[in-house]
């Protein structure tokens, strides 16, 4: 009989690679350029940050690189803007 659990080293290694895998990504998002932030929105996303928003989105990407567009629009909704 077999069983289709993982032993904790099998759980551990899985959790290791997960969390250096959102590590490499979270680097790479700092590294993208405004546009290519911008780029990497869906249409869904950019339809509904509207071209205005996205302007002034992309002019705050480049003063704070480590920013993410989406959570520059959640702040934009806080402010009303």
């Not at 869906?42 to 339809?47: I, N, S």
């Not at 071209?51 to 705050?60: H, T």
């Amino acid at each position: 009989m077999t069983s289709n659990t993982f032993s904790q080293k099998d759980q551990d290694f899985a959790n290791a690679m997960a969390t250096k895998l959102r590590l490499n990504r979270e680097k790479l998002k700092q590294t993208l350029t405004p546009d290519e932030k911008i780029n990497q929105l869906t249409p869904e996303q950019r339809e509904q940050i509207g071209e205005f928003r996205l302007s002034i989105i992309r002019e705050g990407l480049k003063e704070f690189p480590g920013l993410d567009p989406m959570d520059a629009l959640q702040m934009m909704e806080e402010f009303g803007a």
